[in-house]
């Protein structure tokens, strides 16, 4: 089985995506199923897994309904408020869809660098461990170490990486290399999470190639192992840079080295066990 463990579906009209600049003709118009099942059917891709793309409750209940009509999603990472202890409530209530497997706070946006560390914010750590949830982290570099030391409180705690935590490809220097390296190897080493592979084209240049990436690549598989790394598309995000097919070749390409039982875990198997997939 094949799984993309990372896309997006939305529609702009909602009014809760304020990060989507309204300039953008990529990003700013509506991505549903008929969009992506064409790209699905031509790779053989056979699930995926619906992230969030807002942080309210109403857009985590509109991907659910999304979810409900979609053979091919698998599961839904949502949303809930973590700086309110009451939507302990809603992740409770949304954990008994079948279909809603983890929740992902937009930890990139928010201009506190240590917020993963409050105290005040503990109680959905905790929830995401009780419940047997997934928790997605998504950041930029500068968010490692802190990462670091919240999954070492939450060792029990299913976490999935994204988008390698956003390596600053398009300013690729040994400086910036070192420095979210030593970050990642820290995590790997030392806790459980698993890792996507997935929005690197968008973190490097427009004329991006496979030799740019390869570095990154390469360290996230010395580090990771093939048993612990999940391959996403990104999109409709991943438009920015290439189409989905070519996002797909490209990861093909990159890891054209590994045995066919690793890439069947990169390309599928690690999403089952990662997000405890009923598939």
Same mark, same amino acid.
Request: contains cysteine; negative net charge; aromatic residues 12%.
């Given at each position: ?80 408020? $973590? ?5 302990? %409530?809603?992740? &409770?209530?949304? *954990?008994?869809?079948? =279909? !809603?497997? #983890? ?75 070192? $420095? ?5 190897? %820290?995590?790997? &080493?030392?806790? *459980?999470?698993?890792? =996507? !592979?997935? #929005? ?80």
């Amino acid at each position: 089985m094949k799984i993309d463990a990372h896309q997006h579906f939305w529609n702009p009209a909602r009014g809760d995506y304020g990060w989507m600049p309204k300039d953008n003709k990529v990003l700013y118009r509506s991505y549903l199923q008929h969009d992506l099942e064409p790209y699905l059917k031509k790779l053989e891709i056979d699930k995926t897994i619906l992230v969030q793309a807002a942080p309210s409750i109403e857009e985590t209940e509109y991907l659910l309904g999304l979810a409900d009509s979609s053979s091919f999603v698998a599961g839904v990472v949502g949303w809930v408020n $973590f700086e309110n202890p009451n939507d302990y %409530a809603q992740l &409770e209530r949304l *954990s008994k869809h079948p =279909k !809603f497997v #983890g929740v992902r706070p937009m930890v990139q946006d928010i201009p506190d660098k240590n917020w993963v560390l409050r105290e005040d914010i503990k109680w959905a750590f905790d929830a995401i461990e009780e419940l047997d949830l997934a928790f997605d982290a998504l950041g930029f570099p500068q968010h490692l170490e802190n990462f670091q030391k919240c999954l070492l409180k939450h060792r029990e705690m299913r976490t999935v990486i994204d988008h390698f935590m956003k390596p600053q490809i398009v300013d690729h220097s040994e400086d910036n290399f070192k $420095f979210w390296a030593d970050g990642i190897s %820290a995590l790997a &080493e030392d806790t *459980s999470a698993y890792i =996507k !592979f997935s #929005g690197l084209i968008t973190e490097a240049s427009d004329d991006w190639t496979i030799d740019a990436l390869q570095p990154y690549v390469d360290h996230i598989l010395s580090k990771f192992g093939a048993s612990r790394i999940l391959w996403g598309s990104d999109w409709p995000v991943c438009r920015l840079r290439a189409e989905y097919d070519i996002w797909h070749a490209a990861a093909s390409e990159l890891t054209a080295h590994l045995s066919s039982d690793d890439k069947a875990r990169v390309f599928g198997q690690n999403a089952v066990t990662a997000y405890k997939l009923l598939v």
